[in-house]
């Protein structure tokens, strides 16, 4: 990228994605904190306590796919354009959030919210492929196809919120 590319700037709409994501982390760290409490313990091991293991559990995988999610996320706005991946940014905050009051019902309840999330993170990685072959294109071969990506993946994008 060069240092005249819009691309190159960070906009706010990472700092907002970047908030709702640190508010959902609270939010579930606090679901958790609750469960505990409300199982009459105080370390965080409770066997037989099914309430506090779905929490636990949400919360871990919840935890566990952020570093995945921030990683394509700035990919490919950095690479690739900058609208699409803070809606699909925000998308996937609002899944994980449906996927961890799914979990906290029936295992099966959890599932859409999962799949979905699936789905965002593969649109936020394809950006990125495409923001890096791009790239490569205009290096070797002297062809931009920026403002052809940025077109796709702008008219792409509201297609995520198809279920």
Known sequence: LSPQSPAS??????????????????????????ESKHCNGKGFQRPGSSAFDRVYTANQNCGHAYPTFLAVLWCAGLLCSQAPA???????????QKYFV??????????PGYLFGKRIILFLFLMSVAGILNYYLIFFFGSDFEMHIKTITSAISPLLLIP
């Open 9 to 34: 700037v960070i906009s706010p709409n990472y700092i907002s994605d970047q908030t709702l994501c640190g508010f959902l982390t609270a939010f579930f760290a606090s679901k958790v904190e609750h």
């Open 86 to 96: 803070a809606f699909a940014g925000l998308m996937y905050l609002f899944v994980r």
């Open 102 to 111: 799914g979990y906290l019902g029936e295992r099966t309840q959890s599932t």
